[in-house]
Nanobody, 124 residues
Framework: QVHLVESGGGLVQAGGSLRLSCAASGRTFSRYAMGWFRQAPGKEREFVAAISWSGGRTLYADSVKGRFTIPRDNAKNTVSLQMNSVKPEDTAVYYC?????????????????WGQGTQVTVSS
């Protein structure tokens, strides 16, 4: 089992950068593929990015490709979301999630553990 806590959200101007962090408890963090999702008001939760267990492979939603990256540090039990060139449409609550089955998984219901979320607001 793993407990996830996100941090780093806030208000940022369009074109700026923000780095979200997700800290995981437990000694088995490296057994989990990690993902970032987001949910805007009135919309369904959507996939943002995912990373494999070792961090060697990544997957991004088309909407963030080239702007966001998802590094992880298994020694520190953390996964981050580096957000560059943000846009107002990136405004949402961002969640990190973990699953042991597959790393390149954009389906929220396939993830077993979720953090509480952190709000990101991008002003125009």
């Amino acid at each position: 089992q793993v407990h996830l806590v996100e941090s780093g959200g806030g208000l940022v101007q369009a074109g700026g950068s923000l780095r979200l962090s997700c800290a995981a408890s437990g000694r088995t963090f490296s057994r989990y593929a990690m993902g970032w999702f987001r949910q805007a008001p009135g919309k369904e939760r959507e996939f943002v990015a995912a990373i494999s267990w070792s961090g060697g492979r990544t997957l991004y939603a088309d909407s963030v490709k080239g702007r966001f990256t998802i590094p992880r540090d298994n020694a520190k039990n953390t996964v981050s979301l580096q957000m560059n060139s943000v846009k107002p449409e990136d405004t949402a609550v961002y969640y990190c999630a973990a699953n042991q089955k597959s790393w390149n998984n954009p389906i929220p219901t396939d993830y077993d553990y979720w953090g509480q979320g952190t709000q990101v607001t991008v002003s125009s």
